[in-house]
């Protein structure tokens, strides 16, 4: 059976890794003897109509598609016109934003055939085969479908692998691996991304991505992908995509001393929280070649980290930034302001904030405001305020929904606000005492981006 995995494009511009979860599922669909090719339309982008000639022309049995709630729209325009075209083609789709609206998108798009929710390795080789075999697809874990009779039916969940050694290394021979050609820091260095656990065991409020527990790769395994990475690919730059990568000390430690002992030259950089650092563990991993750490420190009053399931505290945010920056790591301090509740106070404190951690040597602070996404804590309280009307479908709503929560439960629609939210972030920058041109430049793009949005709104409204 010949099966198409793919990732839809993005509107704008931005730095693309590849897609590793593609790549986990299409290295165990390949093991399965599958043939399996893989296309990542956020790389080779070509337009809609000429992505959709190419696909029915190539004859697929099955298409894969996985996307993310920021793109999930490009995503159903491309089921949709997939279906049209050809509709004996089974469609399945995954990934974040599917996983946590499965049930909305099979009431709203007809022509999604199944969900595959969260990790999908197992479940979509099982899926594959009952459908190949003409079985039902009763008896596959972690899917949700319709059934002869046209109902909707969600399985349940697919118990989380423990072992996740035993999951293949993405299959990164099926991707045009040259394209990714991305550098994040200014050496020009490609950089790619991989994954040393799974898992969060936090419980933060604006994120969907908790499963109150962790599971860790073997660090020489792990270390194994990035030698095979850096030789095969000529890889020396890496993103590390953990959730929480200093959650465990020990794990740290083995990998770092694994990647020293090898000689390893590598950059790379890692997601930590201000609570999982100390001095020690950060000095090891600048010495095995960490030269970035990104917290999210998300606001600047001990009240709203409160409120959003936080679990941090001043005291160590300040330790872990001044103990980051002694020690010569670039730090990525990310900020979020509009959650609920949050008053014109409120936003004074995350402001001086900011100012603050920002006259750290090699700190930069990014801030933005507050995202409802699906399955959240947020979206929850969205939905007890009436701020997200009653009929409200993920996968029908046009305008995604970026909300300034406020004290008085009123809400103010992100698109109307454009200009003034950019001019806001224009002068929280001024206050900066290491801003730079090329961050002037990068918020003036984004400036017109915006005002040819509310252009192309408004245009919209009138006709």
């Known amino acids: 059976m010949k099966i198409l995995l793919l990732m839809p494009y993005f509107d704008t511009p931005k730095k693309i890794l590849p897609p590793i979860g593609l790549g986990y599922i299409a290295s165990a669909l390949e ?147 040259e394209k990714y050609n991305y550098s994040f820091d200014d050496s020009g260095l490609p950089f790619i991304g991989l994954m040393s656990s799974r898992g969060c065991p936090y419980s933060c409020a604006f994120c969907a991505n908790s499963t109150h527990s962790i599971r860790f790769r073997t660090p020489s395994k792990f270390v194994d992908e990035i030698q095979h990475l850096k030789e095969r690919y000529s890889f020396e730059g890496f993103i590390f995509l953990d959730s929480t990568f200093t959650v465990n000390h020990n794990h740290v430690v083995q990998i770092c001393e694994e990647i020293i002992k090898r000689g390893l030259k590598i950059k790379w950089q890692a997601g930590a929280r201000v609570s999982s650092v100390d001095r020690k563990i950060l000095a ?17 009053s001990e009240k709203i980290l409160k409120n959003v399931n936080k679990g941090i505290d001043m005291q160590q945010i300040r330790e872990a930034i001044h103990i980051s920056s002694e020690l010569g790591f670039d730090i990525s301090a990310f900020f979020m302001v509009g959650f609920p509740d949050e008053n014109l106070n409120e936003l004074k404190k995350t402001i001086k904030l900011i100012k603050e951690l920002d006259t750290y040597k090699g700190c930069k602070s990014i801030y933005g405001f507050t995202v409802i996404y699906p399955n959240t804590e947020i979206e929850k309280i969205a939905q007890e305020r009436n701020i997200l009307p009653k009929n409200f479908s993920w996968n029908t709503y046009q305008i995604f929904p970026k909300y300034i929560f406020t004290d008085t439960s009123k809400t103010v629609p992100y698109y109307e606000d454009s200009l003034k939210i950019e001019m806001i972030k224009f002068y929280m920058i001024i206050y900066r005492y290491n801003f730079s041109w090329h961050t002037i430049k990068i918020l003036y793009t984004r400036l017109l981006q915006n005002l040819k949005k509310i252009f192309n709104r408004t245009l919209i409204q009138r006709t």
């Open 31 to 177: 093991k399965r003897g599958y043939n399996v090719t893989v296309k990542d339309f956020q790389i080779e982008y070509v337009p809609m109509s000429k992505a959709i000639k190419q696909i029915v022309d190539e004859h697929y049995d099955a298409i894969g598609i996985s996307t993310i709630t920021d793109n999930r729209f490009n995503a159903i325009e491309l089921i949709r016109q997939v279906k049209q075209k050809d509709n004996r083609i089974f469609i399945f789709v995954g990934g974040p934003h599917f996983s946590a609206t499965a049930i909305d998108a099979l009431k709203n798009i007809r022509e999604i055939d199944v969900v595959v929710r969260n990790e999908g390795e197992i479940t979509a080789c099982e899926l594959l085969d009952a459908y190949y075999e003409q079985r039902s697809f009763e008896s596959v874990l972690g899917i949700t479908f319709r059934d002869y009779r046209d109902n909707i039916i969600e399985n349940p969940d697919r118990p989380l692998v423990n072992n996740i050694d035993k999951i293949e290394a993405p299959a990164w021979h099926l991707f045009k691996m």
């Open 284 to 300: 090891l991993m600048r010495e095995a070649g960490c030269f970035r750490v990104t917290y999210g420190i998300e606001s600047g």
